[in-house]
């Protein structure tokens, strides 16, 4: 009976003498091709994404257009509605017993109350305007002022 790792034939072992190395000269300038090459790419490859990077922009810009158009849209729709929500309630109030000028004051009360809500909403997130964690950073890399100093007129 023959054992399997018997049978199994081995690929001879190249020797390296059979290939001719390339001279020192030949490998540096291989060498060099390839680093060429590679900086090629890396620059083409930096085209193309400044490329893409401005056609997003370009996108978003035109984008941001519409959106601002249509959040006027918006904005002139929702006042009309909400004008007429409040003729609506002036009259229910009115037809409740109220006088036209409680009416009146109760709708301006309310709208009053709903603009206060909303500013003060408003106000809570313009506060991430101010690039307060980019402030810090600059500050403790030393760049820029903190709001303690006083700024050197120049």
């Known amino acids: 009976?023959?054992?399997?790792?018997?049978?199994?034939?081995?690929?001879?072992?190249?020797?390296?003498?059979d290939a001719a190395a390339p001279s020192l000269e030949e490998s540096l300038r291989q060498f060099?091709?390839?680093?060429?090459?590679?900086?090629?790419?890396?620059?083409?490859?930096?085209?193309?994404?400044?490329?893409?990077?401005?056609?997003?922009?370009?996108?978003?810009?035109?984008?941001?257009?519409?959106?601002?158009?249509?959040?006027?849209?918006?904005?002139?729709?929702?006042?009309?509605s909400w004008l007429l929500l409040m003729a609506v309630f002036v009259l229910v109030l009115q037809s409740l017993g109220l006088s036209w000028l409680t009416s009146m004051l109760s709708a301006a009360l309310l709208s009053l109350s709903v603009t206060v809500l909303a500013a003060w909403k408003a106000s809570r997130?313009?506060?991430?305007?101010?690039?307060?964690?980019?402030?810090?950073?600059?500050?403790?890399?030393?760049?820029?002022?903190?709001d303690d100093e006083p700024k050197v007129a120049s």
């Open 1 to 17: 009976m023959t054992d399997i790792r018997d049978s199994e034939q081995t690929a001879p072992a190249t020797d390296g003498d």
């Open 125 to 146: 997130y313009l506060r991430y305007v101010r690039l307060d964690a980019t402030r810090r950073q600059l500050a403790k890399w030393g760049v820029g002022f903190d």
């Open 32 to 80: 060099g091709a390839a680093g060429r090459e590679s900086l090629m790419a890396a620059f083409g490859t930096g085209r193309a994404f400044r490329r893409l990077l401005l056609a997003d922009i370009a996108l978003a810009r035109a984008g941001l257009g519409h959106a601002c158009a249509w959040a006027c849209v918006a904005a002139v729709f929702g006042c009309t």
